[in-house]
């Protein structure tokens, strides 16, 4: 059983939109920290973003913020990534991954692939 | 936020020791203890191996440690064995409540 499952990545032009979902199982969403990270193509990975456990506070990587949002939806146990004003720089698969352990990423999702062409 | 540097390569024979190095700043790597060190197989997700600066999780084997020197943290492996040919990239917390990842480094067993 995979815990963390993303989908809602594809195909979209520049300057389009597009929202990521992560949906859990076997661990309550609620409880932990969630994040994105991404990975472009032959590259290393990136923080995009976090909400809080409790307070749901959210938190972005300057290169994104003001374009993608973050948020969960704790009855559905999902976490969202709305993306929005794609350049190509956004290409890349991005990761729904938990944060268990104190500031580190515990759990991590299969990934889910965003072209941005 | 600039990424962490890492060398490119590091290398070793099986049964060798090999040490990974991640050096940042006084904003990340030297003001927190919160450096995790994760390993990713081609084509798989990352799997984290240290979290705060030396501690494993459950299922990680002793061979791999983590220590960390004012800006520069270190992953060393120990017993080097086939499985652990992998990237691995290290992580930090940092101030303005971000995080920020090394450039990775691909460990090749010889």
């Known amino acids: 059983e995979v815990p963390l499952v993303e989908s809602g990545g594809g195909l979209v032009q520049p300057g389009g939109s597009l929202r990521l979902s992560c949906t859990t199982s076997?661990?309550?969403?609620?409880?932990?920290?969630m994040h994105w990270v991404r990975q472009g193509p032959g590259k290393g990975l990136v923080w995009v973003s976090r909400?809080?456990?409790?307070?749901?506070?959210?938190h972005y990587a300057d290169s994104v913020k003001g374009r993608f949002t973050i948020s969960r939806d704790n009855a559905m146990n999902t976490l969202y990534l709305q993306l929005s004003s794609l350049t190509v720089e956004d290409t890349a698969v991005y990761y729904c991954?938990?944060?268990?352990?104190?500031?580190?990423?515990?759990?991590w999702g299969q990934g889910t692939t965003v072209t941005v062409s | 936020q600039s990424a962490l540097t890492q060398p490119p390569s590091a290398s070793g024979s099986p049964g060798q020791s090999v040490t990974i190095s991640c050096t940042g700043t006084?904003?990340?790597?030297?003001?927190?203890?919160?450096v995790s060190w994760y390993q990713q197989h081609p084509g798989k997700a990352p799997k984290l191996m240290i979290y705060?600066?030396?501690k494993r999780p459950s299922g990680v084997p002793d061979r791999f440690s983590g220590s960390k020197s004012a800006n520069t943290a270190s992953l060393t492996v120990s017993g080097l064995q086939a499985e652990d040919e992998a990237d691995y990239y290290c992580?930090?917390?940092?101030?303005?409540?971000?995080?920020?990842f090394g450039t990775g480094t691909k460990v090749t067993v010889l």
């Open positions: 705060e600066v030396r």
């Open positions: 909400v809080n456990s409790i307070d749901s506070v959210r």
């Open positions: 006084s904003s990340d790597v030297g003001g927190h203890n919160y």
């Open positions: 991954v938990s944060g268990g352990y104190p500031a580190a990423f515990d759990v």
């Open positions: 076997g661990f309550t969403l609620y409880n932990n920290w």
């Open positions: 992580s930090s917390y940092a101030d303005s409540d971000n995080f920020v």
